[in-house]
């Protein structure tokens, strides 16, 4: 059995959760993505979705990423997608979700964006 979702580490002053994903993310596998989405949610914190590994995305995983996202905008975070593969980002592109969601082109630049630099005492 493939694995749908691993949580790669961060570096420890990032205030991100990454979740990465991968396969084909389905209807068959919406439930499994739902429970990764909430176990990211809960970490208070912005969760940062890897979508690299990813080969196609369905209606039922479309909506488990706006659910999860409602669900971290309540909390006071984002839920952002990264690293989408051609077929991927035009999914996200034809029903809109790529202005619901920061998307980032690789995970390496979102997890910078995503680190609130601290201000250097003079």
């Given at each position: 059995?493939?694995?749908l979702c691993t949580t790669?580490?961060?570096?420890?002053?990032?205030?991100?959760?990454?979740?990465?994903?991968?396969?084909?993310?389905?209807?068959?596998r919406a439930e499994l993505l739902r429970d990764c989405l909430a176990y990211g949610?809960?970490?208070n914190t912005d969760v940062l979705v890897d979508l690299a590994d990813v080969a196609l995305l369905d209606c039922a995983s479309l909506g488990a990423l706006v659910e999860a996202g409602h669900l971290a905008e309540r909390r006071g975070h984002r839920l952002c997608l990264t690293?989408?593969?051609?077929?991927?980002?035009?999914?996200?592109?034809?029903?809109?979700?790529?202005?619901?969601f920061p998307v980032y082109q690789d995970c390496r630049r979102a997890l910078a964006e995503l680190t609130p630099r601290v201000p250097v005492a003079a």
């Open positions: 059995m493939q694995i790669p580490p961060v570096p420890s002053d990032a205030p991100v959760t990454l979740l990465a994903l991968h396969g084909e993310v389905d209807r068959d949610v809960q970490q690293s989408p593969r051609p077929l991927v980002r035009r999914t996200l592109a034809a029903t809109g979700l790529d202005t619901v």
